[in-house]
């Protein structure tokens, strides 16, 4: 008899349930094992490798006659829980294991531990020393006697050389006169004034006496910067007063009081002494100097108003901005204003003198100053005067029309004669350079036709003969600073200058030096273009001697 | 009727099927996490080995801090280490700052916690492809019988300060290049070895 088909169909159907039901479960479970198994053996072994592999214990253990050293070093840079120091030992002819600490100690980074175990009490002797940390690791401790030591200890008579390297200092100066006498502090930091073959290759430095030539050096696209009046010791105020640029920093002599560098094209009217003044009345520009600047207001050291998209309507400014460019172009393209009130221990005031004479001393370009309140002095040296501009127009330009274009027709070079590198007992030098550099070129090094170094580090001997130098110029410094809004950001180098062996080119005396220079004026075929000023702080000039 | 009767007596196979799997199949993923989790947070150290006594000093720990005692088994060139060979140090005994030196009774054997023996064939080695008796993972050099050894965890609630257990191993071959901690666990009182540890002598 053949079965009927719905008979058939719900046979067919219930096995085929069947098999599901009998596959699925383990199917699942099989799946879903899996899974967990994997996680937690990936995690716990993630863990466990993460805890051992940042730990880094140094253990030394010494031996002297009876007592026992140890010290633990942790090289790593994360805490670690010493749980145990155990020492294998013989005492009184028995072998033994010593526990010497019994409660963990935690050792933060970089930090030593010392334990000091008295044998003679114990009667052991000392075969090796092992330090147990929480991770767990066990570390065994290079194990000393005394005797060992003074064998490997240095005779009498300092007959080991000198370090590998040693560190010096150029920059920030310490000032220990006046910081407007910049031809003082310099030259009291061990700076020596010189004249390079070339400003763009030197490749001799002829060092001049005294600082006399800072008297000139920099000339100017149609005058020249002219000292109108110094004053000192006096209070100062502004009044909401047109200004374009503000360099600010902290006094090298004293961290509560500030330094400021006001640039305008046109007189700056302030209050000095109580009395109302037109600085440089009748001139196209003025360049203001106030040293010792000790604010009278709460509110701070001076309120800037300009570009409300920087300023807001109005803002006081604190402290002194590591930027040195923070305060240049207070209003984009037009003036800005300050207000500020207080005492100053020296302001000084040049005037901008439309004429043939175009040559001017480096005075009105130089401040020296700090943006860390330290009390040493970096060198802030700025040709900016007015506003910034672009290829096609003319930078610098003042309202009524004057060119206040700057440069260095004589370098500001610099030797720093108090370190005498000798090629004898010095096989390299590192220079290290931390600066600031803001330009007013607008679009940058498309505003100029030819690539010119700005700085310049290098080693120049006895003789002036330069050995080596490292150049920074302009496309290269202006890749990272924003002229408009502005922003020189902090910028480091490191410049590693082999020296030749006495052996081969007979000794040599070395010398540091730096070159610090606004190379452009103007391009005589198209004066909108290389008509650039610039901003350049010199934070910081380091040298290391591998010896 | 006769095809109700026939549903009906299917769908109870296929209940009772699913119910017994699942029982079995979810203590095999508890046991197998259970052992993938214990190879991960036990771990064992060489702290020192003394070649004069013939003793191997060796830290236990547990990384996830749980209060589970600590199974395992040493074998030394090919033979299994009785109880009476390994010492465990008790630190909240220890008067005189000596480890094991027998004078204050910081020392204790490892008997006096378990001294008995089990059947190789009864230790399972859990492997890639799965648990496998010690007896067969250790092909012809297995013995019959083997001395787990059961050490406790040191509690704080006791007052022990460090979560590390120091065992000293008394090695009668002094020549021994080397010695094979299995690390294990109890489940159901047999013994699953979680990992092994090859500790190196020479």
Known sequence: MRPRRGTSNLIIAVLVMTAIAVSLPSLFLYVYAGRVRQEVRALSYLEVEDRARYVDIDAVAVVDRDVLEVVLWNRGGREVAIEGVLALSSCGGERAMLRLTGSPEVLGPGSVYHLTVDLASRGCGVDGVYVVTSEPRVYSARLYNADMIEELAPPTGGEFGPPVSTIYVLVPVEVRTAPWEIAGVLGDAGFVLAMPDSSTSPSRLTLLDGYGALAGGMNSASGRWVSQSNYTDVTLSANRVEVRNVFLGYDPRDPSRYVLLVTNDGPIGLGIGGSSVTLCSGYSATRVKVYGFASGDQRGIVLVEGDSSRFGSGRWVKRPDQDVANLTFLNNRNRGRITLSGRAERVEVYCFVVGQARESGYAPY????????????????????????????????????????????????????????????????????????????????????????????????????????????????????????????????????????????????LYVFIIIQDPYLYNTGNTNLDDLDLTVYVESLAVLLFE | MFLASAALVVGMAILAYFVSFSSVHSQQVDLANLVSYESAVQVVRLVAYDSRSGTAWLLLRRLDETPRNFVLLIEVDGEFLECESVYVFDELRDTNGLVCDGADGDCVVACSFYSGRVSSRDVFVWTRDGPMPLYDYLRRQAPELVSPLRIPHPSPAAGYRTRNVVVGVRLSELEASGLRVYLGVDYGGTIHVARIYEVNLS
């Open chain 1, 366 to 509: 130089l401040l020296l100053m700090n943006t860390d309140g330290s009390r040493r002095a970096g060198v802030l040296f700025t040709t900016i005067d007015v506003v910034y501009g672009w290829s096609a127009n003319r930078n610098d330009l003042s309202g009524s029309g004057v060119a206040l274009q700057d440069y260095s027709a004589r370098p500001l070079a610099l030797v720093y004669r108090r370190l005498a590198i000798d090629n004898n007992a010095t096989k390299a030098v590192l220079v290290s350079l931390n600066y600031r550099f803001h330009d007013n070129e607008g679009e940058d090094f498309r505003g100029a036709t030819v690539d010119r170094p700005v700085l310049i580090l290098g080693l120049v001997d006895e003789e002036g003969r330069v050995l080596s130098y490292r150049s920074f110029t302009f496309r290269e410094l202006t890749r990272y600073e924003d002229t408009y809004p502005p922003a020189a950001q902090a910028q480091s180098a490191l410049a590693l200058i082999p020296l030749p062996p006495a052996e081969s080119v007979g000794y040599r005396r």
